[in-house]
């Protein structure tokens, strides 16, 4: 982030890609009234069964939804990048049903909840481009239980890691052919529903193959599209702003 | 009105959602809809498909479902009565996986532009109907969770749990549920396992003394254990609102 960046800029980015907004609108983002915090790897961001009061936007970092089973096995549902809001189901969900917790150290802006409730009962625009996010997170949600469903190792694997790198580039985080993956790979275990042995084994048989390069936590792909294949990877539920208008332009076609 | 009204189910579930005024119940009752009955494994949305209408599911079961390449197919929820089975695509143009009947169904279908006219002038509703799309995006979470990490029997009690809390609300149960509608393999689907898997596991838990299954019927025997095998906490059903 650009020290002189507002720290709200990466989510009306977010949201402007979803829905076009007046100046209006933008200035309201802008003015949404937030505080900032510092905190370290791990650090908690919303647990489950709490109240939430306060709504985050990721300024810098990453973060991860996760739920713990009565066994104590964890599972993670989803990575949310720089600009995600964290938590947006709980402007209009009483109770949270799972945990938030920084991947990396990062910085968080916390907005209020009722702050959040009246922009979007009171900007019918903004309502419906933050409604939009929540339904391509829950389409990502969807995916994900295909991935760990029905995928073997090896094919969840290169999922997800095709995954992350179309959500880093269209954000415009993932400068280069590859990116640092911020997950130890007791993470990617947890994210894919496989033992930290298991994904060793996958990432060692990935590079093997010619399909990624890795050098401590930076995965480079050398074969993007073959790794797509092997990952069973297409991008369309991603609904990324402007490519399901173009799938329904290409569909009308006489 | 709410009673023989087609929506009526509909706008009483949503009166729980968000405080609907008596215009936007009227305005509910004024979207253009029309019936449908699809049969038995009938397609009501398509993956890929340009999304002009949601539908409600106003008698039978439905499940969304993604096919894969090699052709398996991993089932992703289950719908009742009162719910919309694909509200999500009312803002998103391009449907990203299937909704298939799991026995003959009854559908309100509502053109898409009439729902996002309605949420866009009617906030009450907008919250209702944004309600509906994170309820269904918590059960997805579970789900990841599910079939993420815990083992077979966890994962098919887990399902079970949660099938016989949500059709209680359409008025099976308590605790039997005759016409069990759900195939083995259906399970399976839903849990990321093996037909067979899935039948030696439910035949555990019926020795465990957990549930009776007919080819007709579920009935569960120990409620209180069938929750702990299923390791199930019904918050993320967010009920209580």
């Given at each position: 982030m650009a020290t002189d960046e507002h720290p709200l800029s990466g989510f009306l980015r977010d949201v402007t890609a979803q829905a076009p907004l007046g100046s209006d609108d933008r200035a309201t983002i802008l003015n949404l009234p937030f505080k900032l915090r510092r905190l370290d790897a791990g650090s908690y961001l919303v647990r489950e069964g709490s109240l939430p009061e306060h709504c985050g936007v990721l300024v810098d970092g990453f973060a991860f939804r996760q739920k713990m089973t009565g066994e104590g096995a964890r599972q993670i549902m989803a990575v949310c990048i720089p600009g995600d809001a964290v938590d947006l189901q709980n402007i209009f969900?009483?109770?949270?049903?799972?945990?938030?917790?920084?991947?990396?150290?990062?910085?968080?802006?916390?907005?209020?909840?009722?702050?959040?409730?009246?922009?979007?009962?009171?900007?019918?625009?903004?309502?419906?481009?933050?409604?939009?996010?929540?339904?391509?997170?829950?389409?990502i949600m969807r995916e994900w239980v295909v991935n760990i469903g029905r995928r073997d190792a090896r094919e969840r694997i290169a999922h997800i890691l095709c995954e992350f790198a179309v959500r880093l580039e269209v954000r415009g985080l993932n400068p280069s052919q590859g990116f640092e993956l911020p997950m130890t790979q007791e993470q990617l275990a947890d994210a894919t529903g496989l033992t930290p042995v298991h994904v060793n084994r996958v990432l060692k048989g990935l590079e093997a193959d010619g399909l990624i390069e890795r050098r401590r936590r930076h995965i480079h792909f050398t074969a993007w599209r073959a790794l797509q294949d092997v990952g069973d990877f297409t991008r369309t539920y991603l609904h990324i702003p402007g490519e399901d208008q173009l799938e329904v332009a290409f569909q009308a076609r006489p | 009105m709410t009673d023989v009204h087609p929506l009526g189910s509909l706008v009483r579930r949503w009166s729980k959602h968000a405080n609907l005024s008596g215009d936007d119940v009227e305005a509910v009752f004024s979207l253009p809809f029309t019936r449908r009955t699809f049969g038995k494994d009938a397609y009501i949305v398509r993956e890929g498909q340009i999304t002009a209408e949601c539908s409600v599911l106003l008698r039978g079961l439905a499940f969304r479902q993604k096919l894969l390449r090699d052709g398996s197919r991993q089932i992703i929820s289950f719908h009742i009565p009162t719910e919309f089975v694909d509200l999500q695509n009312s803002l998103l143009s391009v449907a990203d996986h299937n909704v298939q009947c799991l026995y003959r169904a009854d559908c309100a279908i509502i053109p898409r532009q009439a729902l996002t006219d309605l949420s866009g002038k009617r906030p009450a509703v907008r919250i209702a109907m944004w309600r509906d799309t994170l309820i269904d995006a918590s059960i997805f979470r579970e789900w990841v969770v599910n079939v993420g990490r815990r083992d077979s029997k966890a994962r098919i009690a887990h399902l079970l749990c949660e099938l016989i809390l949500r059709l209680q609300k359409v008025g099976n149960g308590p605790e039997e549920i005759y016409d069990f509608p759900i195939t083995q393999e259906q399970l399976a689907d839903a849990t990321g396992l093996t037909a067979v898997h899935t039948n030696r596991t439910l035949q555990s838990l019926r020795k465990d003394g957990l549930i009776q299954l007919t080819a007709k019927s579920l009935t569960v025997l120990d409620w209180e254990g069938l929750r702990e095998a299923g390791d199930f906490d019904e918050l993320y059903l967010h009920q209580q609102i």
């Open positions: 969900l009483d109770i949270s049903d799972h945990a938030v917790q920084m991947l990396t150290k990062g910085t968080i802006a916390d907005v209020p909840r009722a702050a959040l409730q009246e922009i979007v009962l009171n900007r019918s625009t903004i309502g419906r481009a933050i409604i939009q996010l929540t339904l391509i997170e829950s389409s | -």
